[in-house]
Structure formats: structure tokens, C-alpha cells
């Protein structure tokens, strides 16, 4: 599930563990080997796309923006 225009290591494969689904947006949290993303959404658009807890998924990270903190 490689998406061609998107660079390799902005792609992190994984699954949805959890789904807090609101009226219009949800918070989807999926679990990659990089840790787990989470991922605000359209609700119409969960939907659409059919995506449920344990299904496939790629996160794809884009920003322009990125702060760090050490701890």
C-alpha cells in the first residue's frame, strides 16, 4: 500500500486501534512500528472510506511545520 508521490519515510504502515467518532470529525489513532499517530478526520469521510478499528492503513505524515522537545 505504497503511495507514489509521497517520499518512503514520511509513509508509516499500520492499523486503527481506536476510533473516537464525533458529529463532524473523528480522532483515529493508528498503530505503526514508529508508535501510534493519531489522525483527525471528517466523520462523512470515515464513512466514505469505510475505515473501522483493526482495518489497514497507511499514515502519511505531511507538515510544514514540526516542533521537538527534549525531554
Known amino acids: 500500500m505504497d ?14 486501534v481506536g476510533i ?3 458529529t ?3 480522532e483515529v ?3 505503526t512500528a514508529a ?9 462523512r ?3 466514505q472510506l469505510g475505515l473501522r478499528a483493526g482495518a489497514a492503513v497507511v499514515a ?5 511545520d514540526v516542533k521537538l522537545a527534549a525531554p
Do not use: A, M, W, Y
Request: net charge positive.
Open 24 to 26: 463532524e470529525h473523528c
Open 45 to 47: 469521510i470515515l464513512d
Open 3 to 16: 503511495i507514489p508521490t509521497t517520499r518512503v519515510r514520511n509513509q508509516f504502515p499500520g492499523r486503527i
Open 60 to 64: 502519511i505524515v505531511k507538515s510544514s
Open 29 to 31: 489513532d493508528v498503530s
Open 35 to 43: 508508535g501510534i499517530f493519531t489522525s483527525v478526520i471528517e466523520t
Open 20 to 22: 473516537i467518532r464525533g
